[in-house]
């Protein structure tokens, strides 16, 4: 209270409540905290490392952030993959009057409806947006180092052919066509204890489908002299803008060109069986 003389000598008067919790009158360089969140930063992170994996295969950013929208950023990535497999194998419903109108199959039928309703349930009001969820010509080329795959499918022991056709109908199953095998041409003769093969039909089949390509070798001399087969399949793919299927790292390779080493470093597509899967 002011003294008789309407003086202000005395001590200042204290806050009243309201202006206590009032932010106005806080400090104005009064530093705000902010915690740290280090839950957040790794999803943003692992997030990034979906979208990058998804767009190595060949998908638009679009698409594959229209998926991830869908069943969030901690799905795991083989569920993201089986989300965006199920909208490539579905492009035939990019004109839903022609493929509805086709009796031919009824699978053909039932994905055109299926990719329609996931499009509806998207409420897209993009066409561009709606064409690129059905369009297969955007699916890089595919290049499939035979020999690593059929030898890692027999478990390093025998040149597995099945091995192959599996990974070959992996990649036909989520619509790409442009798929390449590169098998080094001795892997035609008789299996002998030193060089088991199994299946070895397969080769037969899958080159007469023109999927499957013998790389050069002779003998000299009783020697067999055979063609780097890596280099077939790190050039191809290279040119082609494609996906190198291996889990060889082609170091040496990597070293002759810089630009193969960038190109192996962001398109080698490593993988594993699993009960012939």
Not at 7 to 20: C, F, K, S, V
Not at 227 to 245: P, Q, T
């Amino acid at each position: 209270p002011e003294g008789p003389c309407g003086g202000t000598d005395g001590p200042p008067e204290p806050p009243t409540e309201l202006e206590h919790d009032s932010p106005a009158h806080s400090p104005p360089n009064s530093p705000r905290k902010h915690p740290s969140d280090p839950a957040s930063e790794a999803s943003v992170k692992e997030y990034q490392a979906k979208l990058d994996f998804a767009l190595k295969l060949g998908y638009s950013e679009e698409t594959v952030r229209l998926v991830l929208s869908k069943l969030g950023p901690d799905t795991l990535i083989n569920d993201i993959l089986g989300e965006l497999v199920k909208l490539g194998t579905k492009s035939d419903s990019e004109h839903p009057t022609t493929s509805l109108a086709s009796t031919s199959s009824s699978s053909s039928s039932s994905s055109s409806c299926a990719c329609s309703d996931l499009l509806d349930s998207q409420r897209s009001d993009s066409p561009s947006l709606s064409e690129s969820l059905c369009d297969q010509d955007n699916l890089r080329p595919i290049v499939v180092d035979g020999s690593n795959v059929a030898m890692s499918h027999g478990n390093k022991e025998v040149f597995s052919c099945q091995g192959i056709q599996l990974a070959v109908d992996w990649f036909l199953d989520r619509g790409h066509h442009d798929i390449t095998v590169f098998v080094p041409a001795w892997r035609k003769e008789q299996s002998r204890p030193d060089a088991p093969i199994t299946d070895q039909e397969i080769l037969r089949r899958l080159e007469k489908e023109k999927i499957l390509v013998f790389t050069p070798s002779r003998r000299v001399q009783g020697r067999r002299v055979v063609c780097y087969d890596d280099r077939f399949i790190v050039k191809l793919a290279y040119e082609s803008d494609g996906i190198i299927v291996s889990n060889d790292n082609y170091r040496d390779l990597a070293n002759e060109k810089p630009e193969w080493k960038k190109f192996i470093d962001e398109r080698l597509l490593m993988y594993s069986f699993v009960n012939d899967k």
